[in-house]
């Protein structure tokens, strides 16, 4: 992976580097991370833990390599629940129930693991 180990905030982003890395990361996170070593090992997907210093786990992020730059697939909590945005309910004034999304702040931080894939500080020969 081009990007090692990093903080973002305070977030911990892990790249998933090995089969046993994915195959923890998919037990711990009850998600299918481990199905994707194939893709991982031929660069053609990078799947990052995003967790918090302490070391938790929050969220399984996935980017598929569409040649030559990375871009966003997927971003999952535990058991793959929504860690992208926040839905919110309310009565509006007519008294209609009301949605509004707002992303979380795990949305910005995986869309700068993207930036940071496709930054030229990161980039590898990817012909190999």
Same mark, same amino acid.
């Given at each position: 992976?081009?990007?090692?180990?990093?903080?973002? /905030?305070?977030?911990?982003?892990?790249?998933?580097?090995?089969?046993?890395?994915?195959?923890?990361?998919?037990?711990?996170?009850?998600?299918?991370?481990?199905?994707?070593?194939?893709?991982?090992?031929?660069?053609?997907?990078?799947?990052?833990?995003?967790?918090?210093?302490?070391?938790?786990?929050?969220?399984?992020?996935?980017?598929?390599?569409?040649? /030559?730059?990375?871009?966003?697939?997927?971003?999952? /909590?535990?058991?793959?629940?929504?860690?992208?945005?926040?839905?919110?309910?309310?009565?509006?004034?007519?008294? *209609?129930?009301?949605?509004?999304?707002?992303?979380?702040?795990?949305?910005? *931080?995986?869309?700068? *693991? *993207?930036?940071?894939?496709?930054?030229?500080?990161?980039?590898?020969?990817?012909?190999?």
């Amino acid at each position: 992976c081009k990007l090692t180990e990093t903080l973002i /905030g305070e977030y911990l982003i892990t790249p998933l580097t090995s089969a046993r890395m994915l195959k923890s990361e998919g037990y711990w996170m009850n998600n299918c991370s481990r199905d994707y070593t194939r893709q991982c090992e031929e660069f053609e997907y990078c799947i990052f833990s995003i967790r918090r210093r302490t070391g938790e786990r929050l969220a399984t992020l996935g980017l598929a390599n569409d040649p /030559g730059y990375w871009i966003f697939d997927q971003c999952y /909590g535990p058991s793959n629940s929504e860690v992208l945005e926040e839905t919110y309910e309310y009565i509006d004034e007519d008294e *209609v129930l009301q949605f509004d999304c707002n992303p979380t702040e795990l949305y910005y *931080v995986a869309h700068e *693991v *993207v930036r940071l894939m496709n930054s030229k500080d990161n980039s590898k020969d990817q012909s190999s």
